[in-house]
């Protein structure tokens, strides 16, 4: 295809993580800021390690980076090959949230002609602080102890996340955003760097996002921790020590999940009532009889395969908590993003249930009210939560089209 | 109030089960209909006990009776006084769904001049089969062993709940039954009722209900099953011999249940983004600092001292089985309704996504398209699932309306 056909002239040298055969310039970098890291807690980590992919090349003036941020499950490895079935749970770019093994979780979104444009923007990625995608958390070695942190990682929140990404950004040598976006988790952390470093970015695209959880989606995270912590098995959070992980309770909350990412209609339509290999109940009390039940069970095995029960944790922990009007306004929202000095695209999805279009709205609202540019489109599908990895087809034009008018403004 | 002043020469005399100070005549029974008790699976309960609740009084011709079916977690206890914290789980009456210590479940709904009004109606309700209220369950001593049945309980259906609370209506001499009534699990034995009886029953009021469970319902039980089969204190279901029960794993099961029937509107009101009795996140990883985790982890201890897990398991198993196109209509909605032969009231919660409205809108369009009498109310709510619970105001003179015609139709 067109889009991946690109001058050899302007391919850079081969680099050792390089990724072979990716027509877009692919790279993985372990960034490893100076410590130590301050984190809003108080408390310090000693030493910050950052796991990082990039797409694209930096212009001369170092104007067009687009940071992408993961959500929850998701990792540095947004784009292109790599990571794959082979990848341990501490592993780099392991966990791909994509059903395709070992390419990225927003590959549709990001190369050569896609929403984020490799030809025009340096696109970044950096797995999550407090995450198991190589990015320092609760698998990382304790320096004090030589131990894993386990447990004893401290608690922390999307604006630590946001901090440690932006020492990561430092050590790439770029110190402005042209944009920001992410999904979900992700979209929380554009909103938040939108408040905390105003004049450090241009454009923010939060997709699927709120500037705070509802009640609801508050309940289905705790649910899920809950489900976690109370797993014998996580033996108060050392189970590395033990040998034996706590894979029922992490089933638990990746079931949990993931029913808040689909649609009642997406599900009706994909499973309905269907029965998996037989047509009659099996008659068996604890058999996973329908379609849907086995999907479940299938999807929380692989995603124990690939994941830290830890890690869930302070992830979940630290999206509960955000709370962009609290943190930023004394619990006005309007009073939080009067801080912004970028224009935001706001992308929600009719059927997404866990972070529902009113919330965006809600969102819009705020920043309209403060007059700042803000567009919000609600796009209308039945995958969910899940449509910000599905429904690229859909998102990409709106995202071009506003990155490319930022474009404009930045061209001389 | 008036609705509570009878002549006192219509009073019964007390019986040894009445319950004192309670206006209007209100019996606790154990029926004990003669076994053996064959379920669709071909097994056999050698004996049948069956924990029944009746108000008011029976006419002569035996023609007034209304049967309250309950839902998963609610029992024969459905008005009145009665039950109360004492209870163990295996207690009779013990597991009303009530907010209130010991007031039956659906005290609002039945008693005189109330939606089943016990001046006309003689209302019983019995315990489910399968369940922990007193009815034969799997904590009902086996014959053979001596032992509590516990996992080794026959897997039950819905039809043979349905079929249990026929043996113990003929038990009470009651042949025919004016109505059936019950939300959520219980409308689907009135539904059932009406496919399998179609002779014995006038009219079917079933409320937030449906004719077979959605995919994002099943996968929601399934979760909650899996928490409970899961827990290593389940210990295979063997758990009452070992002392120790999987109270975390039913934690957790009726932590999701219980968000599933509340609605995303009722929670921001209810909860909203509120902590509980603090002003700042406590910073401690398991912490239930929003009030919503902290009703989330109070409903879940008191429902784990009131219910069985594996009574969760076998009714939460036959509930997602219903299933009335496929037993009754090979898989055709409109073939399984063309046996009924009463009038139908559907009663739907705009906010219940559960048990959603168009799924009692469909019933009622196969019901219409057979020519059979029905009618359908969607209610406007925000209380979800829950509101057949709560709704009662707003249900009352839509049910009354509908039986008093029945009963017309039955004045010679």
């Given at each position: 295809?067109?889009?991946?056909?690109r001058?050899?002239?302007?391919?850079?040298?081969?680099?050792?993580?390089?990724?072979?055969?990716?027509?877009?310039?692919?790279?993985?970098?372990?960034?490893?800021?100076?410590?130590?890291?301050?984190?809003?807690?108080?408390?310090?980590?000693?030493?910050?390690?950052?796991?990082?992919?990039?797409?694209?090349?930096?212009d001369?003036?170092?104007?067009?980076?687009?940071?992408?941020?993961?959500?929850?499950?998701?990792?540095?490895?947004?784009?292109?090959?790599?990571?794959?079935?082979?990848?341990?749970?501490?592993?780099?770019?392991?966990?791909?949230?994509?059903?395709?093994?070992?390419?990225?979780?927003?590959?549709?979104?990001?190369?050569?002609?896609?929403?984020?444009?490799?030809?025009?923007?340096?696109?970044?990625?950096?797995?999550?602080?407090?995450?198991?995608?190589?990015?320092?958390?609760?698998?990382s070695?304790?320096?004090d102890?030589?131990?894993?942190?386990?447990?004893?990682?401290?608690?922390?929140?999307v604006?630590?996340?946001?901090?440690?990404?932006?020492?990561?950004?430092?050590?790439?040598?770029?110190?402005?955003?042209?944009?920001?976006?992410?999904?979900?988790?992700?979209?929380?952390q554009?909103?938040?760097?939108?408040a905390?470093?105003?004049?450090?970015?241009?454009?923010?695209?939060?997709?699927?996002?709120?500037a705070?959880?509802?009640?609801?989606?508050?309940?289905?995270?705790?649910?899920?921790?809950?489900?976690?912590?109370?797993?014998?098995?996580?033996?108060?959070?050392?189970?590395?020590?033990?040998?034996?992980?706590?894979?029922?309770?992490?089933?638990?909350?990746?079931?949990?999940?993931?029913?808040?990412?689909?649609?009642?209609?997406?599900?009706?339509?994909?499973?309905?009532?269907?029965?998996?290999?037989?047509?009659?109940?099996?008659?068996?009390?604890?058999?996973?009889?329908?379609?849907?039940?086995?999907?479940?069970?299938?999807?929380?095995?692989?995603?124990?395969?690939?994941?830290?029960?830890?890690?869930?944790?302070?992830?979940?922990?630290?999206?509960?908590?955000?709370?962009?009007?609290?943190?930023?306004?004394?619990?006005?929202?309007?009073?939080?993003?009067?801080?912004?000095?970028?224009?935001?695209?706001?992308?929600?999805?009719?059927?997404?249930?866990?972070?529902?279009?009113?919330?965006?709205?809600?969102?819009?609202?705020?920043?309209?009210?403060?007059?700042?540019?803000?567009?919000?489109?609600?796009?209308?599908?039945?995958?969910?939560?899940?449509?910000?990895?599905?429904?690229?087809?859909?998102?990409t034009?709106?995202?071009?089209?506003?990155?490319?008018a930022?474009?404009?403004?930045?061209?001389?």
């Open positions: 295809m067109a889009q991946n056909v001058p050899a002239g302007r391919r850079p040298p081969p680099e050792p993580w390089e990724i072979p055969g990716n027509a877009v310039p692919h790279r993985r970098r372990r960034l490893t800021p100076p410590g130590p890291f301050r984190l809003e807690s108080g408390e310090v980590l000693a030493e910050l390690e950052i796991a990082c992919e990039t797409w694209g090349e930096p001369r003036d170092g104007q067009n980076t687009v940071l992408i941020c993961p959500a929850l499950s998701a990792d540095a490895h947004a784009a292109g090959r790599g990571g794959g079935p082979e990848s341990a749970v501490d592993g780099f770019g392991a966990a791909s949230a994509s059903g395709k093994e070992g390419l990225g979780w927003w590959d549709p979104m990001i190369g050569s002609g896609k929403a984020f444009d490799t030809d025009r923007f340096h696109v970044v990625c950096m797995s999550l602080l407090g995450g198991c995608g190589g990015t320092t958390g609760p698998l070695v304790n320096p102890t030589g131990q894993p942190y386990g447990p004893d990682f401290p608690v922390i929140t604006g630590d996340i946001v901090r440690a990404s932006r020492s990561g950004l430092h050590e790439l040598g770029v110190r402005r955003l042209r944009g920001i976006s992410g999904g979900s988790l992700g979209g929380m554009a909103l938040e760097w939108a905390r470093f105003p004049d450090e970015v241009d454009a923010v695209v939060a997709v699927a996002s709120t705070g959880l509802s009640a609801q989606g508050i309940g289905w995270n705790w649910i899920a921790r809950s489900a976690i912590s109370g797993d014998p098995a996580w033996r108060g959070g050392r189970y590395l020590e033990e040998g034996a992980r706590p894979v029922q309770g992490l089933a638990i909350a990746r079931m949990v999940g993931h029913l808040t990412y689909l649609s009642a209609a997406g599900m009706a339509k994909k499973f309905g009532r269907r029965l998996q290999d037989r047509q009659e109940f099996s008659g068996d009390l604890q058999a996973a009889d329908f379609q849907v039940e086995s999907y479940l069970v299938h999807q929380a095995a692989k995603f124990n395969r690939r994941f830290d029960a830890n890690a869930y944790l302070f992830l979940s922990h630290a999206l509960t908590r955000f709370d962009l009007a609290k943190r930023h306004g004394d619990g006005d929202l309007e009073a939080a993003v009067e801080r912004f000095r970028c224009r935001t695209l706001l992308l929600s999805f009719s059927s997404d249930w866990l972070y529902p279009s009113s919330d965006s709205r809600r969102l819009a609202a705020a920043l309209e009210a403060r007059r700042k540019r803000v567009v919000h489109y609600k796009i209308e599908t039945t995958y969910g939560h899940d449509s910000f990895l599905l429904e690229a087809g859909r998102m034009p709106i995202v071009r089209r506003f990155l490319t930022e474009e404009e403004r930045h061209t001389p």
